[in-house]
């Protein structure tokens, strides 16, 4: 019987069953190539029979060891991994260009390298002369990191195979060529062959992997989704170029908790860690004005204190302006159309422009109450008091809802001395010492009590 081959557009991604000189899906020529992969296949044993060897099975009560992790005492890249580097796992980091993946990871693996780990680092889109003179600006010379510079995939493997690291970081998966696939370098084909070899070869020989990975211009890693399911752990670097934070975020994690950031402070001599991240945000917060609020988020395990503004101005245009950094745009106009309809509150005509403060992405609903507050205080040209905070989530009929942790995020905000918090109605009654808390029912009470009638 014919074996059944499998080609795949080096363009797009697409799988069929057949050649063709065009894809059907994204319409490039001459971009279909069979699927080969470097691992070989199953081997004929003495009878000449294709048949494999049995797995062992087990009962889900069989207690096994939880795999062992080395820390690198950079207590904010141990929190994101929860806990440590896991031996034998597969991690993928990725970010935008010039946000400091290469510095992370060289500081990381200089880290392991003096926690015992033999370390190789293996640079494809710089020389080694280059690698070299950024470890002497981060004052990392000393430490026992070995360095290739290398994008041929075979003779990548080989080179693991023989010196047996502990930890193999890869800079960066796109660069990486596979040269029984017909197709150029960073292509999805490319990627996806060379992620899987890497990936495997780890977990075969107990060694852990970290490969950095480019970022499309919409934010996501270049490449096909599924090295995202191949891989143990996915970390995105965030950050704005004009701000000196960077947030490590972890949206993956088999071996800890998803949605657990670390946060750092890019300096002179590389990365430094922020062990305060709510004091840092609003460290430059001034006088209360206009559209600036507090908002008390949960980010993973820890509470972070971040300032939302907003900017309310006449339109010039026909088509008003819905600018946002930092938060979700569709959320934004969910925000907006409740704040019309259910508590008359109109931006017709109006540019709204949204703002986190310090490059800090917000992604729980639990913001919602923070922003409706910042556009009525921007529109109202009121603002709100400089020692308070505020967290909730609007539904759709304008009922604030309540969300979970509310007492972590009422201790933080008196930790850092603020006095007042608002947030939505809740059974529970949370006493902190020197914190007042105002608890509304739904959206157009708040505006009213907080604002006044209008």
């Given at each position: 019987m014919?074996?059944?081959?499998?080609?795949?557009?080096?363009?797009?991604?697409?799988?069929?069953?057949?050649?063709?000189?065009?894809?059907e899906?994204?319409?490039?020529?001459?971009?279909?190539h069979?699927?080969?992969?470097?691992?070989?296949?199953p081997?004929?044993?003495s009878?000449?029979?294709?048949?494999?060897?049995?797995?062992?099975?087990?009962?889900?009560a069989?207690?096994?060891?939880?795999?062992?992790?080395?820390?690198?005492?950079?207590?904010?890249?141990?929190?994101?991994?929860g806990g440590?580097?896991?031996?034998?796992s597969?991690l993928?980091?990725?970010?935008?260009?010039?946000?400091?993946?290469?510095?992370?990871l060289?500081?990381?693996?200089?880290?392991?390298?003096?926690?015992g780990?033999?370390?190789?680092?293996?640079?494809?889109?710089?020389?080694?002369?280059?690698v070299?003179?950024r470890?002497?600006?981060?004052?990392?010379?000393?430490?026992?990191?070995q360095?290739?510079?290398?994008?041929?995939l075979?003779d990548?493997?080989?080179?693991?195979?023989?010196?047996?690291?502990?930890?193999?970081?890869?800079?960066?998966?796109?660069?990486?060529?596979?040269?029984?696939?017909?197709?150029?370098?960073?292509?999805?084909?490319?990627?996806r062959?060379s992620a899987?070899?890497?990936t495997?070869?780890?977990?075969?020989?107990?060694?852990s992997?970290?490969?950095?990975?480019?970022?499309?211009?919409?934010?996501?890693?270049a490449?096909?989704?599924?090295?995202e399911?191949?891989?143990d752990?996915v970390?995105?670097?965030?950050?704005?170029?004009?701000h000196?934070?960077?947030?490590?975020r972890?949206?993956?994690?088999?071996?800890g908790?998803?949605?657990?950031?670390?946060?750092?402070?890019?300096?002179?001599?590389?990365?430094?860690?922020?062990?305060?991240?709510?004091a840092?945000?609003?460290?430059?917060r001034?006088?209360?004005?206009?559209?600036?609020?507090?908002?008390?988020?949960i980010?993973?395990?820890?509470?972070?204190?971040?300032?939302?503004?907003?900017?309310?101005?006449?339109?010039?245009?026909?088509?008003?302006?819905?600018s946002?950094?930092?938060?979700d745009?569709g959320?934004?106009?969910?925000i907006l159309?409740?704040?019309?309809?259910?508590?008359?509150?109109?931006?017709?005509?109006?540019?709204?422009?949204?703002?986190?403060?310090?490059?800090?992405?917000?992604?729980?609903?639990?913001?919602?109450?923070?922003?409706?507050?910042?556009?009525?205080?921007?529109?109202?040209?009121?603002?709100l008091?400089?020692e308070?905070?505020?967290?909730?989530e609007?539904?759709?009929?304008?009922?604030?809802?309540?969300?979970?942790?509310?007492?972590?995020?009422?201790k933080?905000?008196?930790?850092?001395?603020?006095?007042?918090?608002?947030?939505?109605q809740?059974?529970?009654?949370?006493a902190?010492?020197?914190?007042?808390?105002?608890?509304?029912?739904?959206?157009?009470?708040?505006?009213?009590?907080?604002?006044?009638?209008?």
């Amino acid at each position: 019987m014919a074996k059944d081959k499998s080609y795949s557009c080096s363009a797009c991604g697409n799988v069929t069953r057949k050649w063709a000189g065009q894809c059907e899906s994204c319409q490039a020529w001459n971009t279909i190539h069979e699927d080969k992969a470097l691992s070989s296949g199953p081997k004929k044993n003495s009878l000449g029979s294709m048949r494999g060897s049995t797995i062992p099975l087990t009962d889900l009560a069989t207690a096994e060891a939880e795999p062992p992790r080395t820390q690198a005492g950079v207590a904010e890249l141990d929190r994101v991994l929860g806990g440590g580097l896991v031996k034998a796992s597969a991690l993928l980091v990725g970010g935008d260009p010039g946000i400091g993946k290469s510095t992370l990871l060289l500081q990381a693996a200089a880290r392991f390298a003096r926690n015992g780990l033999k370390v190789i680092y293996i640079s494809g889109e710089e020389s080694r002369a280059q690698v070299q003179m950024r470890a002497r600006r981060l004052g990392l010379t000393e430490s026992p990191v070995q360095l290739a510079s290398e994008t041929n995939l075979r003779d990548i493997l080989t080179t693991l195979d023989a010196n047996k690291p502990d930890l193999a970081i890869i800079d960066s998966i796109q660069t990486m060529w596979a040269d029984n696939v017909d197709s150029a370098p960073g292509s999805v084909s490319q990627v996806r062959s060379s992620a899987h070899e890497l990936t495997t070869f780890a977990k075969r020989n107990g060694m852990s992997v970290i490969m950095v990975g480019h970022v499309t211009k919409e934010g996501a890693i270049a490449g096909p989704r599924v090295v995202e399911h191949m891989v143990d752990t996915v970390l995105y670097f965030e950050g704005e170029r004009g701000h000196q934070f960077r947030i490590l975020r972890a949206v993956k994690n088999r071996f800890g908790p998803a949605d657990e950031i670390g946060v750092f402070e890019m300096t002179g001599k590389g990365l430094a860690e922020v062990k305060n991240p709510s004091a840092l945000f609003l460290s430059e917060r001034g006088e209360p004005a206009p559209g600036s609020v507090v908002f008390a988020g949960i980010e993973g395990t820890r509470t972070v204190l971040c300032e939302i503004q907003a900017l309310v101005a006449p339109s010039p245009h026909s088509q008003p302006r819905r600018s946002v950094v930092g938060w979700d745009g569709g959320r934004l106009a969910m925000i907006l159309a409740v704040l019309e309809s259910r508590c008359e509150v109109p931006f017709a005509g109006l540019d709204v422009y949204l703002n986190v403060a310090g490059g800090l992405r917000i992604q729980e609903p639990a913001a919602d109450l923070a922003v409706a507050a910042a556009l009525v205080s921007a529109r109202e040209d009121a603002a709100l008091p400089k020692e308070a905070v505020i967290f909730g989530e609007i539904s759709l009929s304008g009922a604030l809802r309540p969300v979970s942790q509310t007492e972590n995020r009422l201790k933080e905000a008196q930790k850092l001395g603020f006095t007042s918090a608002i947030m939505p109605q809740q059974s529970k009654k949370f006493a902190a010492a020197g914190l007042e808390t105002r608890q509304m029912p739904d959206l157009a009470g708040f505006v009213t009590k907080v604002f006044g009638e209008r």
